[in-house]
């Protein structure tokens, strides 16, 4: 069955750096885009970007250029996002999410389970 | 600001119908998905695309759509139904995709 487990919770300082993984099992990592979601606290979902799987290619939404940084390991089957230069405002949960493509949508069909990264001094 | 919107909060009292909209001009040219969240857990999704609906998923939530509104509608609603609800699609460019701000549910 298809997962996606995610690393842990992260408190950090302003300014310092995290990376989240997300490790995929249950399917072919290079055949699916990866993408990632944010939701800060009380607030909705909001779209980050997308990484092309098999080319590596990212993309990346408005609001989310410069700092952030989708990255993979193939060979382990994970997709990576780095955020740097951390801010109190980057205190969210972060969901890495399948998306697929049926001819008709694109739709995100399987989560991880979210990192709660806290960036507090 | 999004361009999908969703009505804050919406109640239906337990057995009842609900429908949750959402409204954008992308949802002319592009389907909606849904998701629901509850707290501490992962989105899930609900429906998808052509309006369909993922195994394991009641066959009380049903998806439509008219116009630039996409609608999620719940038959029979659920005490855990109670969840945060997320419509999706495109954005109006088509090349990266766009959440509504989400509609609470409560069954009463």
């Known amino acids: 069955q298809v997962q996606l487990v995610q690393s842990g919770s992260e408190l950090k300082r302003p300014g310092a750096s995290v990376k989240v993984s997300c490790k995929a099992s249950g399917y072919t990592f290079t055949k699916d885009a990866m993408n990632w979601v944010r939701q800060a606290p009380g607030q909705g979902l909001e779209w980050m970007g997308w990484?092309?799987?098999?080319?590596?290619?990212?993309t990346y939404a408005q609001g989310f250029t410069g700092r952030f940084v989708f990255s993979l390991d193939t060979s382990v089957n994970t997709a990576y996002l780095q955020i740097s230069s951390l801010k109190a405002e980057d205190t969210a949960i972060y969901f890495c999410?399948?998306?697929?493509?049926?001819?008709?949508?694109?739709?995100?069909?399987?989560w991880g389970q979210g990192t709660l990264i806290t960036v507090s001094s | 600001s999004s361009e999908l919107t969703q009505d804050p909060a919406v109640s239906v009292a337990l057995g009842q119908t609900v429908r949750v909209t959402c409204q954008g001009d992308s949802l002319r040219n592009y389907y909606a998905n849904w998701y629901q969240l509850k707290p501490g857990q992962a989105p899930i999704l609900v429906i998808y695309s052509k309006n369909n609906r993922p195994s394991g998923i009641p066959d009380r939530f049903s998806g439509s759509s008219s116009g630039n509104t996409a609608s999620l509608t719940i038959t029979g609603a659920q005490a855990e139904d109670e969840a945060d609800y997320f419509c999706d699609s495109r954005d109006s460019s088509g090349n990266h995709v766009v959440f509504g701000g989400g509609t609470k549910l409560t069954v009463l």
């Open positions: 990484i092309n799987t098999n080319s590596g290619n990212p």
């Open positions: 999410a399948r998306g697929l493509y049926d001819g008709y949508g694109y739709y995100f069909d399987y």
